[in-house]
């Protein structure tokens, strides 16, 4: 497994079984076939052709018997009796959001959402805020040269995020990271360019000028406060 997988791989606790929403390869569940994992394990994607890839790499490992295949979208054909962790890794923001919309069951303390998303993290956190989520881990990893945020959440009550947070993580979570100084920055030089293109534009546009402002202001505080 690459570095990204591998961090996601170290999130998994011990349960009554595991769904790996859009496998693809299937690294993940031939992993913890291969750990003795007690649950079930169920390797879902939306294409054969996945499916098919991440079946032959648990037969490649000898534990092809071990998982289940199932072809679906997102959760639609999964047991919800089956699982407990649902792992959505590898999407856009918008997609995970809309997987988890469609599968209501699953926004119960009983399950725990394992998510990385690659595009609009932070509508993903909107979503899990505005649901009732908490936010028990937010980890960055490194993996080809990209910074990835993958986001351990599960119902219990709200919890408030800040509009920076949208985009940090729980800056008491996020700033255990050893990465979150340098992803930081990275945020606010985006806000900043943002924020000189729409000074410089024709048009001003007013509210998502001060919006921007606003969470870049967030951001920086976070700065000195993590220094």
Same mark, same amino acid.
């Given at each position: 497994m690459n570095k990204r997988l591998e961090?996601?791989? /170290? !999130?998994?606790?011990? *349960?009554?079984?595991?769904?790996?929403?859009?496998? %693809?390869?299937?690294?993940? &569940?031939? /992993? !913890?076939?291969?750990? *003795?994992?007690?649950?079930?394990?169920?390797?879902? %994607?939306?294409?054969?052709? &996945?499916?098919?890839?991440?079946?032959r790499s648990a037969e490649n490992a000898g534990v092809a018997d071990k998982i289940d295949f199932l072809l679906c979208d997102g959760l639609d054909g999964c047991d919800p009796s089956a699982i407990d962790t649902i792992v959505i890794a590898g999407m856009g923001g918008d997609t995970i959001c809309g997987i988890l919309d469609r599968a209501e069951w699953c926004m119960t303390p009983d399950y725990t959402l394992i998510l990385q998303p690659v595009t609009k993290a932070e509508v993903v956190r909107y979503w899990l805020a505005y649901n009732g989520y908490e936010f028990l881990d937010e980890v960055l990893v490194r993996d080809g040269g990209i910074i990835y945020q993958i986001i351990r959440s599960r119902i219990k009550e709200n919890t408030p995020l800040s509009l920076?947070?949208?985009?940090?993580?729980?800056?008491?979570?996020?700033?255990?990271?050893?990465?979150?100084?340098?992803?930081?920055?990275?945020?606010?030089?985006?806000?900043?360019?943002?924020?000189?293109?729409l000074e410089s534009a024709r048009e001003t546009q007013a509210d998502s000028l001060a919006l921007k402002k606003q969470i870049c202001a967030q951001l920086r505080e976070m700065r000195e406060k993590s220094k």
């Open positions: 961090a996601i791989y /170290a !999130l998994i606790g011990e *349960g009554r079984g595991l769904v790996d929403v859009g496998t %693809d390869h299937g690294h993940i &569940p031939t /992993a !913890l076939a291969q750990s *003795g994992y007690a649950g079930n394990i169920i390797a879902s %994607d939306i294409k054969p052709g &996945p499916l098919q890839a991440a079946r920076a947070e949208l985009y940090t993580g729980e800056f008491a979570l996020a700033r255990k990271n050893v990465l979150f100084g340098e992803y930081l920055d990275g945020l606010i030089s985006r806000f900043e360019a943002g924020i000189r293109g």
